[in-house]
């Protein structure tokens, strides 16, 4: 860097000669997190980012995340943006899941697959424009493994794959499952690739703050009045002439007791949290986009609308402090005339 502030000449980015006197722009990265839903915020971000002329050289992704960096890599940012806001009933979202229940997960995938490729084709990740990464989880090894080659389908596909929920996806000779089961802001996979200024995008920042410990805990204390219980007989028959009600009971839970769904997404976004909390720290980046996101569902991709606004707004807030940081790394040159005002 500092032969680039004396004026030497110097390789710029993609390997050209620059000349005497010329400054390089840095490499950009840009490490997009892991969230289900909220990860439609990202497209806000970065239709902000571009807007100002902010464009990432290195695009690498974790989840939600990886889908939407390879649409943009793939230069089908719109197409998905189209896509997205059409999601605008729960009857749309269902229509794109094949639910199963003799597999790995509960839904196979192949549908949203097929969507996926309607829109991006075969293209293989080693001939996108840019650098790009699709962050996933080996299942028996827990490795943490980085897609830079083959289909960028198969690629985004094996990094939201989240586990109960989508089935494994075989690549090579690993099975694969979500990336944020180990890394879900993938800053670390945007600097091996070249980036020398990462911005970060963390979808969890306000789902649970601040946790802490609860010391002393027992158990409640006994109910004032006589515990009712439902008769055995109508217990009985509810369970022979109503197992759908039974079923849907039990998948989401009642006002009582957390269902099977509710334990497991709030299990994934404990344990993302703290994954999160901790890889950032051993390896924060230059900067990060907190979009407030907590208080949307993991499934409420038909609010896309809403989530593509609060992203767009995070990133509008972060644009002040993205260009300082450019602007650290490579000055204007001597002379240049000063930036008009927005």
């Keep these: 860097m500092l032969d680039i502030l004396k004026g030497r000449g110097v390789n710029g980015a993609n390997g050209e000669k620059v000349g005497l006197g010329s400054i390089r722009r840095p490499v950009l990265g840009l490490a997009l997190g892991g969230g289900a ?183 409640m204390p006994a109910p004032d009045g006589p515990m009712t219980e439902e008769p055995p007989v109508k217990r009985r028959f509810a369970r022979i002439f109503s197992p759908e009600k039974t079923v849907k009971r039990e998948f989401f839970g009642s006002a009582g007791r957390p269902g099977i769904s509710s334990v497991m997404v709030d299990a994934f976004n404990i344990m993302q949290d703290r994954i999160t909390r901790a890889r950032l720290a051993g390896d924060p980046p230059d900067l990060l986009i907190t979009p407030r996101v907590g208080q949307f569902g993991w499934f409420d991709f038909h609010r896309a609308d809403d989530l593509i606004a609060h992203g767009a707004r995070a990133a509008e807030r972060a644009l002040e402090s993205i260009q300082e940081t450019i602007d650290v790394l490579a000055p204007a040159p001597k002379g240049a005339a000063p930036k008009a005002a927005e």
């Design 37 to 219: 839903a909220r990860g439609f915020a990202h497209i806000g971000i970065m239709r902000t980012l571009l807007a100002n002329g902010i464009v990432p050289d290195v695009v690498v992704g974790t989840s939600i995340g990886a889908a939407v960096g390879g649409a943009y890599a793939a230069n089908r940012l719109d197409a998905l943006e189209d896509w997205a806001r059409s999601l605008q009933g729960v009857r749309n979202i269902l229509g794109y899941l094949d639910i199963r229940l003799n597999g790995s997960g509960l839904i196979g995938g192949e549908k949203l697959a097929s969507r996926l490729e309607e829109s991006i084709g075969q293209t293989l990740i080693e001939d996108l424009p840019m650098k790009y990464a699709s962050v996933a989880t080996e299942v028996r090894t827990g490795h943490e493994i980085w897609l830079t080659r083959g289909r960028l389908v198969e690629a985004m596909r094996a990094s939201y794959a989240l586990p109960g929920i989508f089935s494994p996806v075989m690549i090579g000779d690993r099975w694969l499952v979500d990336g944020a089961l180990v890394n879900p802001v993938p800053v670390s996979a945007a600097r091996a690739l070249g980036a020398e200024i990462v911005i970060a995008v963390n979808l969890s920042t306000d789902v649970f703050t601040h946790s802490t410990t609860i010391h002393a805990h027992g158990a």
